[in-house]
């Protein structure tokens, strides 16, 4: 029998590393990093224990690969609908652009869905190591609060920075808690027209012009 060539061994290999990324998202999206035992997620994923070692170096690595292509793909989407805005642009615009990954997860379930909900659990217990990424994200607000400064006159940059870490504080809670599924199997415009006016509510506050 012709044993498989290297070729062969790297496909092989390429497979079980992207089983375990996915097991390693739907489990952590359900349960956090405590809740997520090595052999559960081995099964999961259809691979033996080993696997994680040789792919990884350990399940610690592997989940911490898994929460950093989370946090990168949350990352290019918002900025991605975010930076379409311009200072002109109405708080419900800002919202909605704000909100686009979270939708767009809805929507799409499955993985995209995993992704938002271990996002959403880093928003709340940020990771060993996050901190890399604060650049990108404080580039994101600074598009967020040229929007917020062109509608909301007389507000400071501390209440504004507040105000949008309310909004993201409850697009965490939205993905995590049971209401998500009332969002589930709904179109992107149901969505946006049951979410947006809260959202662009929670900006603009009591009070505001």
């Not at 390693?24 to 090595?38: C, H, K, P, Q, W």
């Amino acid at each position: 029998m012709q044993s498989a060539g290297p070729d062969q061994r790297r496909e092989v290999g390429l497979r079980t590393r992207a089983r375990l990324m996915d097991a390693a998202l739907e489990l952590l999206s359900e349960r956090g990093e405590d809740g997520v035992t090595l052999r559960e997620l081995t099964d999961a994923a259809d691979a033996n224990v080993a696997a994680v070692s040789y792919h990884f170096g350990s399940l610690r690595s592997l989940f911490d690969a898994a929460i950093e292509d989370a946090l990168e793909r949350y990352l290019n989407a918002q900025e991605e609908a975010v930076s379409a805005l311009d200072p002109d642009s109405t708080l419900e615009a800002l919202a909605a652009a704000f909100a686009r990954p979270l939708i767009g997860s809805l929507v799409a379930g499955g993985r995209d869905l995993a992704v938002m909900r271990i996002v959403a659990r880093a928003g709340i217990d940020p990771p060993e190591g996050s901190g890399r990424l604060d650049v990108r994200f404080e580039q994101i607000r600074g598009t967020v609060l040229r929007v917020l400064k062109a509608n909301l006159h007389g507000a400071n940059d501390q209440e504004l920075i507040f105000r949008t870490r309310c909004v993201a504080g409850l697009i965490n809670w939205l993905v995590l808690a049971p209401v998500a599924d009332e969002l589930s199997n709904k179109s992107q415009k149901h969505i946006e027209r049951l979410l947006v006016p809260i959202l662009a509510g929670a900006f603009r506050a009591a009070g505001s012009g």
